[in-house]
């Protein structure tokens, strides 16, 4: 349960133990003081510094000692039934003379219908005690609540700054109230303080810091990847439908104002030719639609955290939905979710929960999956309508190539006029992306080991010395093409 409505109603109810787990201590003892004002029954808190303390009027100064035992006891005494906030209790939760008492309270062994509260921020009880708590959830604050607290931040800078004013450029301040979504009270005027004073404004380069800062607030297992490194489409060669499909669809994901209501994208799957910039292109789409790339690598919650892996999952993608507007990237997702083979079951549920997550996902993530091997994609993920698309990123031709070969070679302050590229781009037929970079790399090796300036030589002699992947494995990328013939959209 959630929100303070609920818990008027959880004390009207006379719940007998509520346990909430939260860092925000301040804001559980003040959503009580307002609830409680209709419940009609005193409200106490306990920690161990200041003994068991009456809050909700004047303090009779009758304070019980810390000791829990002894706290415990006088509660169960009490005739008048009272709401007791138990603050950081779990240390005392492993006595058992402790835990019996709590328990003869919670049945209400004792006459009087006292509220137990366990404040704090991980509270694990024991199965005796679980089945007898109710869990209470805070409430995270809403855009109202978000707007409200930056004004108070941009007030509170101005206050210590000698009137200063913040400089508020609106568009902006509403993404960053729409990105604060999802963060607690204390976490997001954490976040907005630092944006303000880091430069006494509060304007668009303050997105990106704080999609950031969002992220590592809420992935604090690790189980995403921020990439900081988003990339620019015009640092991709070719793929010119994929990114026509993704400059389309800039303005319904960002939710920009249109004349047509258009449904937003979700997500699309890109099968290819290794090293043919599937992973570029992943970066180009949130670099394409101004948001932060998340990668998700499903093996690896596998083998890092055996036997929880559907959790870590389940937590991932709500990180992920917190941290909306975004791009989520799922790397090799054939590795993680070939059903074949003997892990228990464990990727076949993985799967289905990934299915009926972007069936049914309610933030703005769109997803990007990446994978190689279609062999091993189970037909469930392939089916219409999971994937808005699914493009195949195939070996580049010889206009890409030419522009694979411009891209690095500009990169590394070279002029690609200097440079015979029709040649080049001949010589280098079948080769990926990523084996014509590498070509630029060892041809420039060989320049510098000569202690001459690369020119065109250097880079056809390396083109003769290498394999490429399409032809040492012909039959592999040959069979992967005719499959997708059928199947896929081409990404160029
Ligand atoms: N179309 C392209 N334009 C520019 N550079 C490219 C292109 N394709 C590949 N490259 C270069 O090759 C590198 C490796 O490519 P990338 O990792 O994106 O390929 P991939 O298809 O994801 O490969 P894999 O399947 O092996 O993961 C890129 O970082 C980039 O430098």
Same mark, same amino acid.
């Given at each position: 349960?959630?929100?303070?409505?609920?818990?008027?109603?959880?004390?009207?109810?006379?719940?007998?133990?509520?346990?909430?787990?939260?860092?925000?201590?301040?804001?559980?003892?003040?959503?009580?003081?307002?609830?409680?004002?209709?419940?009609?029954?005193?409200?106490?808190?306990?920690?161990?510094t200041d003994g068991l303390r009456?809050?909700?009027?004047?303090?009779?100064?009758?304070?019980?000692?810390?000791?829990?035992?002894?706290?415990?006891?006088?509660?169960?005494?009490?005739?008048?039934?009272?709401?007791?906030?138990?603050?950081?209790?779990?240390?005392?939760?492993?006595?058992?003379?402790?835990?019996?008492?709590?328990?003869?309270?919670?049945?209400?062994?004792?006459?009087?219908?006292?509220?137990?509260?366990?404040?704090?921020?991980?509270?694990?009880?024991?199965?005796?005690?679980?089945?007898?708590?109710?869990?209470?959830?805070?409430?995270?604050?809403?855009?109202?609540?978000?707007?409200?607290?930056?004004?108070?931040?941009?007030?509170?800078?101005?206050?210590?700054?000698?009137?200063?004013?913040?400089?508020?450029?609106?568009?902006?301040?509403?993404?960053?109230?729409?990105?604060?979504a999802g963060l607690t009270h204390?976490?997001?005027?954490?976040?907005?303080?630092?944006?303000?004073?880091?430069?006494?404004?509060?304007?668009?380069?303050?997105?990106?810091?704080?999609?950031?800062?969002?992220?590592?607030?809420?992935?604090?297992?690790?189980?995403?990847?921020?990439?900081?490194?988003?990339?620019? /489409?015009?640092?991709?060669?070719?793929?010119?439908?994929?990114?026509?499909?993704?400059?389309?669809?800039?303005?319904? /994901?960002?939710?920009?104002?249109?004349?047509?209501?258009?449904?937003?994208?979700?997500?699309?799957?890109?099968?290819?030719?290794?090293?043919?910039?599937?992973?570029?292109?992943?970066?180009?789409?949130?670099?394409?639609?101004?948001?932060?790339?998340?990668?998700?690598?499903?093996?690896?919650?596998?083998?890092?955290?055996?036997?929880?892996?559907?959790?870590?999952?389940?937590?991932?993608?709500?990180?992920?939905?917190?941290?909306?507007?975004?791009?989520?990237?799922?790397?090799?997702?054939?590795?993680?979710?070939?059903?074949?083979?003997?892990?228990?079951?464990v990727s076949r549920r993985v799967?289905?929960?990934?299915?009926?997550?972007?069936?049914?996902?309610?933030?703005?993530?769109?997803?990007?999956?990446?994978?190689?091997?279609?062999?091993?994609?189970?037909?469930?993920?392939?089916?219409?309508?999971?994937?808005?698309?699914?493009?195949?990123?195939?070996?580049?031709?010889?206009?890409?190539?030419?522009?694979?070969?411009?891209?690095?070679?500009?990169?590394?302050?070279?002029?690609?006029?200097?440079?015979?590229?029709?040649?080049?781009?001949?010589?280098?037929?079948? /080769?990926?992306?990523?084996?014509?970079?590498?070509?630029?790399?060892?041809?420039?090796?060989?320049?510098?080991?000569?202690?001459?300036?690369?020119?065109?030589?250097?880079?056809?002699?390396?083109?003769?010395?290498?394999?490429?992947?399409?032809?040492?494995?012909?039959?592999?990328?040959?069979?992967?093409?005719?499959?997708?013939?059928?199947?896929?959209?081409?990404?160029?």
């Amino acid at each position: 349960m959630s929100g303070n409505q609920d818990l008027t109603t959880l004390l009207r109810a006379r719940t007998p133990l509520l346990v909430i787990e939260s860092a925000e201590e301040g804001r559980v003892i003040e959503s009580f003081r307002h609830a409680i004002a209709q419940s009609l029954r005193p409200l106490f808190t306990w920690s161990i510094t200041d003994g068991l303390r009456r809050i909700d009027m004047d303090d009779d100064g009758e304070h019980a000692v810390p000791d829990a035992t002894m706290t415990l006891t006088s509660i169960k005494q009490r005739t008048e039934a009272g709401v007791f906030l138990l603050l950081d209790f779990q240390p005392y939760l492993r006595y058992p003379m402790t835990l019996r008492l709590l328990r003869e309270i919670v049945l209400r062994q004792a006459a009087a219908e006292h509220t137990l509260v366990l404040v704090g921020s991980k509270i694990e009880l024991p199965d005796d005690l679980t089945a007898l708590a109710t869990p209470f959830q805070m409430a995270l604050p809403d855009a109202q609540a978000m707007a409200a607290l930056v004004r108070e931040e941009a007030f509170a800078y101005s206050r210590e700054n000698s009137g200063r004013r913040v400089e508020v450029d609106a568009d902006a301040a509403r993404t960053i109230v729409r990105n604060l979504a999802g963060l607690t009270h204390a976490d997001a005027r954490r976040i907005v303080r630092k944006l303000i004073y880091a430069d006494g404004a509060l304007g668009p380069a303050d997105i990106p810091g704080l999609a950031q800062a969002k992220f590592e607030l809420l992935d604090r297992e690790n189980l995403l990847h921020f990439e900081y490194e988003t990339a620019r /489409f015009a640092d991709v060669a070719g793929l010119a439908r994929l990114k026509r499909w993704i400059q389309q669809r800039e303005p319904a /994901f960002v939710g920009r104002k249109q004349t047509v209501r258009l449904d937003p994208p979700k997500g699309i799957l890109l099968l290819g030719v290794q090293g043919c910039g599937k992973s570029l292109a992943a970066k180009a789409v949130a670099g394409g639609f101004g948001v932060p790339l998340l990668r998700l690598d499903i093996g690896t919650l596998y083998n890092k955290y055996h036997g929880e892996t559907e959790r870590n999952l389940r937590a991932a993608l709500k990180n992920a939905e917190m941290l909306s507007p975004c791009v989520l990237w799922l790397d090799e997702i054939e590795k993680a979710l070939a059903t074949e083979g003997s892990d228990d079951g464990v990727s076949r549920r993985v799967l289905g929960y990934l299915l009926t997550w972007m069936a049914e996902r309610k933030g703005k993530v769109f997803l990007v999956a990446t994978a190689n091997d279609v062999s091993a994609l189970p037909a469930e993920l392939l089916r219409k309508g999971r994937f808005d698309e699914i493009f195949f990123v195939d070996l580049p031709g010889p206009e890409a190539r030419a522009e694979v070969l411009r891209i690095h070679l500009t990169k590394r302050e070279l002029n690609a006029a200097d440079f015979d590229l029709d040649m080049i781009v001949a010589a280098s037929d079948g /080769f990926s992306g990523a084996e014509i970079e590498q070509l630029v790399v060892a041809a420039l090796y060989a320049a510098a080991a000569e202690d001459r300036p690369l020119d065109t030589w250097h880079l056809l002699d390396e083109a003769k010395l290498t394999r490429p992947l399409s032809v040492m494995m012909a039959d592999r990328v040959s069979a992967l093409r005719e499959w997708a013939r059928e199947r896929t959209v081409p990404a160029d």
